[in-house]
Every structure is written in C-alpha cells, then in structure tokens.
C-alpha cells in the first residue's frame, strides 16, 4: 500500500491558497451527470462543485467504459457542517482511547474525516463518487461509500487487497478516468477525489492551491 499523507500533516495546512474566486456550479443542471440524493440538503449544497472541477467530471466520464457513469453522492459541503462532523470524530476517538491527547486523537480522526482548516470539501474543489451501469445499477466498489476505516476493515482504503477482483477492477477503472483528467484521491477513501484544493496542490507539487474555504452556499461568488 501506498505512503499516507493525512489531511492532518502539517504540510497540507501549510499550502499557500490563492483564491480563484472560481463559481460553485449545481451538477443537477448538467445533463451528463448523475447526482445521488442520498445526502441531500435543504440548500442543495451537496450537488455544487467549482466550474473546473464540474467540467473535469464530464471530462473524466467521457474516458469511462462506454456503460459505466459516475455517481456523484456529494461536493461542496459548508463549512459548519464540516466542523461538526471532525469534532464529533475526534470527540469519539477520545472517548475510544481515553490515554491520547488531542493531536493523536486529530491524527485518528483525520483518517476518515478531514480538519475543518485543510478539508476539500468545503472549497467545492472535492467531490465524493461512485459507479453505476448505463441503467442505473451501482457497481461493487468493495465497500460502501463513506465506510470507515475501522468499520471496513480498511478495506474503504484505496488499495486495499482484500476485496474482491471486481471491486479492485472497478476502483481501477474509476481512478484512471479521474486521475486522467487531473484528479487526486485522499488514500483512506477510494470514493473521495478532488482538485484545486490544499491536498491536491500538495500531491501535484503546485506552488499553491486555486480554491480556498466557502463559509456556505450564500458566500460563493455567483454562477
């Protein structure tokens, strides 16, 4: 398996962020792509993504088998929300393992839920996906989409071995569409892609990133 870099890595916050200033665009209006409701809100925050990362997407189905697409579970997410959900992991690895102190429990946490500070998808430059056939049928993947590391096994890991061969052909096939069109993926989740953002300026080695926080959907620069 590859080397992890976890969102909680000093590196990452460290990434200078040059705010674009790029619009968040709501993927239910482009007829080419697919948006799973099941994490839907009242705002339908969860469908945005930035111009550039929603134009990759189509890009990126374009290089897809002929009867596969992608499904998209969820984008853009306030900024709130995101806090909530990293002090709730934290919260709960704490209560796990009474003896770590508040960074181990960050560092535990950051696996599977990102800080508030570095987390892609309150830039709208990440986006959480799966697939499905031409007919709408969900294809095996190994686990569920927003598994968690100890819940899976692990097995919500990129690389990990001990899924099936479908589930690994499936990740294979998924990867190399979205890398092909500049893509990065956060290891401890085969589902979770982004661009533009702190983690994908780290990986590609960019001298900063082009998207920084949106607080909500009522502080992004209109379409």
Known sequence: MREIVFLSDSRIA?????????????LRTLEAIRVDPRLADEAGAYAHLRQSVADRLV??????????RFLIIEGYR??????????????RQRAAHPGWDDARAR??????????????????????????????????MGTAVNATPPESDENCYTDATAISAEARSNRRLMG???????FVNYPTEWW?????????AFLTQSRHAR???????STAAPR
């Not at 190399?176 to 500049?182: E, F, M, P, Q, Y």
């Open 211 to 217: 998207y920084g926080l949106v607080e909500d959907l």
């Open 14 to 26: 460290e990434v200078p962020v040059k705010e674009c200033g790029e619009p968040l665009v709501d």
């Open 78 to 91: 306030p900024a709130g929300l995101q806090r909530r959900y990293f002090g709730s992991a934290v919260a």
């Open 107 to 140: 560092v535990e946490a950051s696996r599977y839920v990102s800080p508030p500070e570095v987390a892609p998808h309150v830039t709208g430059g990440a986006v959480d996906l799966t697939l499905r056939s031409a007919g709408g049928v969900e294809l095996d």
């Open 192 to 200: 979770h892609w982004s661009f533009g953002e702190r983690y994908w």
């Open 59 to 68: 890009v990126a189905q374009t290089r897809l088998p002929r009867e596969l």
């Open 176 to 182: 190399d569409a979205l890398t092909s069109a500049g």
